[in-house]
Structures are given as C-alpha cells and as structure tokens.
C-alpha cells in the first residue's frame, strides 16, 4: 500500500535498486557544546553518550563496526548494500586529516554511502571538500544530516543548542554546492514548541533546498538537565495523540518531494525516564498513517505558500 508521504526506504530502493540499511559508525569525536568551545554540558536532551544507544564504542576500528553490525544486520533485514552513518555527536568536528581518514576506512565495496551527521555550526568549506574529494574518489553518495531540532529560537537557547536558525542557513546554502544529499533532523514535542512552532519549522526546510528529514518526538535521557526538568516538574509534554497530530501537520506543510527518513524514533528503556509514551515505535507510526488514511490527506496538502503566493493569481 502506498504511504501518504515519501518514505526513506523507498528512496533507497529507487536510488540503488534493492534495499541498503544504513550500519551505525562511532568514531573519537565529541562537540563544542560540551568540551567549552560554545558552552559546556551539552543541550539539554542530550545524554552522555550522545545519540548512539545502538552503537559499537569509537575504539573499535570503523571496518570492525561495519563488518561486525553487517553481520547482524545484513540477514535480518536482507540488505547487501549499506551506508557508514557517522552519527554519535558531531562528526565535523575533529581535526581535518582524522575526518578523512576516517571516511575512506568506510568506504568498503559493499558501502554506497557515507552519511554524517553534525550541527549547523560545525560545518564549512573546508570539511565539505573533503568529502567531496571522498566522494569522487571512492565513488560513494554523501549525506550531511544537521541537527536543527527546532526554528523556535527561543527554545534553542532554552535548551542550551548553542546555534541559532542562521547557522542552519547557512549550512544548507554552503550545502547547494555540492552533490551531496542533506537531511535535518526535527524533534517534535520540546518545551516551549506548540503546533505553530512545528508548522513554521516544516515551512522554513521546506523553503530551502533541503532533501530529506528526520522526525522524533523528544525523549528524556536520565541524567540530564532535561531530566532534571522533567522530574521538577518543570517541563510538560505532548501527550502521544498531540505527537500524531503535529506530524500530520509537518508532513502536510512539507514539500512533496521531501523524503523522510523516519516519522518517529526510539531509544532504549533503560537509558530513558521517557520514551515515546512507553510504545513501539512502530505503533506509533501506524497510529500517523491511520490518521492521516482517516483524514484523507497527504504530504504537501498544505505545502502552498512557495513560489510567491500573493500573486499567482495574476499568472505567469
């Protein structure tokens, strides 16, 4: 059954012609939000390990993760082609000659990208010829996922992000330069965003030349400020139905031919005070698709207010 918006598998299939899973890849990096560069103790949300519950540790060598996690991974989901995401952290964010040699120690014959993911403020001209000159020379698809998190510049400095909406900017025009693909990834449900704050986020990527997104709702990493909140009582959150609501409306103000890498995430119980209402990710995904099937409506329904809208009417 075809899906109400353009899902990431599909994508891969169309691009490479059979299914490609993408195998997690840490390396020894950390971010400027934490080592006093911007700030210290990170956003946050974010937990000590960073984003990768799913990860090998950074002192196994990268062909060691991919060959390790392609054993796993390769037969339980039928794949034969895989992407390297670089994910934990902020992977521009290493001197220039250990990030590209870290890129070429991935690009195995079996790997047909590279995806790595960094803030907004970590990346420039610099870092992105490197992987360009990977690019060309070992023949893989590039992708830069940047963590944008939300346009609500007010919640960014109350998260303690470090970076505004102007660097996320800046990055997808530095970005349009280059054949490289570029995801962002959005968290719904953070304190202070209401639906206004999700629809205005899904208008300003829509606005860029951004190619994919990645949604989740917000989880509570223990031992973090964000935790700390969280047990206060200081923060509130979106209760599951309000979640679906708010990516319909993403989805609705997003531009058709966004592809989106995934509606809802996940992360280990025993890492989380809360996680995704204590659900299955994938219930919660089912719960999007059936609303949306319910209300008839699609990606892009609401996608209306490119291409100078006060003025169509006068034709071309």
Known sequence: METPYRMYSSYLKERYGEKVYKLPVSIPDTCPN????LGTGGC??????????????????IEEQLKTNKEHIGPKYKAEKFIAYFQNFTNTYVPVDLFREYLEAACLPDVV??????????LNRTYLDIMDDVRQKHGVDITVELGLQTVNYKTLEQINRGHGVAEYIDSLMMLKDYDFRNCTHVII????????DTVETAKIISALPTHEVKLHALYIIKNTRMAQWYKNGEISLITVEEYVNRVISFLEYSRSDLVFQRLIGRAPEEATDFSNWSM?????RDMIESEMATRQTFQGRKCDYLGGKAVRHFGK
Not at 52 to 59: D, I, K, R, T, V
């Open 34 to 37: 934490r080592d006093g560069r």
């Open 44 to 61: 946050a949300f974010c937990g000590a390990i960073g984003a990768g519950y799913e990860n090998l540790p950074a002192s196994v060598t």
């Open 113 to 122: 990208g590279l995806a790595v993911a960094t803030r907004p403020d970590c």
């Open 189 to 196: 449900g953070l304190p202070g965003d209401d639906e206004v």
């Open 280 to 284: 299955g990710w994938w219930r919660i």
